[in-house]
């Protein structure tokens, strides 16, 4: 069985910086992509940012987070982390890690993914 535990989400002023971190856990687990999504009440889940395990791990980003947020990922812990800066009110929803173990051409969508985090809060403050 996949688990994915993230950390790192809280309250931060608008123009400061959070790091989110997701460590997936497995004996057999092999991620081939690992991506974050956003959600607020009454609104689809949104996808925020992805990164592909092999390669030359090729990132993905929404527009709106384009130059404020990098993913990055440790290959050795099977871990991806969000680094997120110039974060702004609009920013505030509840953050899920997503991964899957299964070649996929698309990481963007929510249906790629076969396992998720919990969820972690972020609150942006004006």
């Known amino acids: 069985q996949v688990q994915l535990v993230e950390s790192g989400g809280g309250l931060v002023q608008a123009g400061g910086s959070l790091r989110l971190s997701c460590a997936a856990s497995g004996r057999t687990f092999s991620p081939y992509a690992m991506g974050w999504f956003r959600q607020v009440p009454g609104k689809e889940r949104e996808f925020v940012a992805a990164i592909r395990w092999s390669g030359r791990s090729s990132t993905y980003y929404t527009d709106s987070v384009k130059g404020r947020f990098i993913i990055s990922r440790d290959g050795a812990k099977n871990t991806v982390y969000l680094q997120m800066n110039s974060l702004k009110p609009e920013d505030t929803a509840v953050y899920y890690c997503?991964?899957?173990?299964?070649?996929?051409?698309?990481?963007?969508?929510?249906?790629?993914?076969?396992?998720w985090g919990q969820g972690t809060q972020v609150t942006v403050s004006s």
């Open positions: 997503a991964a899957n173990d299964r070649y996929s051409s698309t990481i963007t969508t929510p249906r790629t993914y076969a396992y």
